[in-house]
């Protein structure tokens, strides 16, 4: 009986009594606090799911592209053309709406005056403003002798579209013209010039007693020169 009292006794101290909610409740302690998840999560068909990132929304501001912002647009060009030859001049705007078409946006025009006369061998004198789309104003000066089958005088506005000048001084130099007509609509015509990649396309109106074709060239100054060559 001794032995058996020394047997249970050691058994005895080692069972406890536990109440089986609390040993779980005591295991898991008190749960560690988690950031909301950024994830939606959807069930569908008693599975979850997370919920597709929402897609960037479509009047997010993007910078315009560089040809745009260093070009002029069609209204500029007509409203700067108008300045030089009236309002609502007839034919006009669709003589640049039909250049712009094949030839595309200028990054620069001038608007100005000019006279000239020939009788087989003519002149031409001009001046004006430049409109850069990056540089601004510059004043700008121009000459321009000619042959051909041409005779009369003529005198008035000008308005000249300018491609692919990417330095205003490139505007300084010679551009060799053919003065028969590139473009016509209504009383308007509208010639072509180019020295290296830099396009002129001069628009006149059709008034004067200069009639005729001829070829020769524009020379382009900074101040004003008397002797044509």
Do not use: C
């Not at 040993?23 to 939606?40: F, K, Q, R, V, Y």
């Not at 209504?186 to 396309?201: E, H, K, P």
């Amino acid at each position: 009986m001794a032995l058996a009292l020394f047997v249970a006794a050691p058994s005895s101290a080692q069972i406890t009594s536990v109440d089986p909610n609390e040993a779980i409740d005591a295991d898991l302690g008190t749960p560690p606090a988690t950031a909301p998840s950024e994830t939606n999560v959807t069930v569908q068909d008693g599975i979850p799911t997370e919920a597709p990132m929402p897609a960037p929304s479509d009047t997010m501001i993007t910078p315009a592209p560089a040809a745009d912002q260093n070009t002029y647009q069609e209204d500029d060009l007509i409203g700067a053309a108008e300045g030089v030859f009236g309002k609502g001049a007839q034919g006009l705007g669709k003589l640049i709406e039909d250049i712009l078409k094949k030839q595309g946006r200028p990054n620069g025009y001038i608007v100005g005056r000019e006279g000239g006369g020939a009788l087989v061998v003519g002149l031409r004198y001009g001046s004006g403003t430049l409109n850069h789309k990056v540089e601004g104003q510059k004043p700008v000066y121009w000459t321009g002798p000619s042959i051909g089958f041409d005779a009369g005088a003529n005198a008035g506005s000008t308005f000249v579209l300018v491609y692919n000048l990417y330095d205003t001084e490139d505007i300084y130099k010679r551009f060799p013209s053919g003065e028969g007509v590139a473009y016509l609509v209504g009383g308007f015509n509208a010639s072509y010039l180019r020295r290296g990649d830099v396009v002129l396309i001069p628009i006149r109106v059709g008034a004067g007693l200069r009639l005729g074709a001829n070829v020769g060239y524009m020379k382009f100054s900074k101040k004003q020169r008397w002797l044509p060559f």
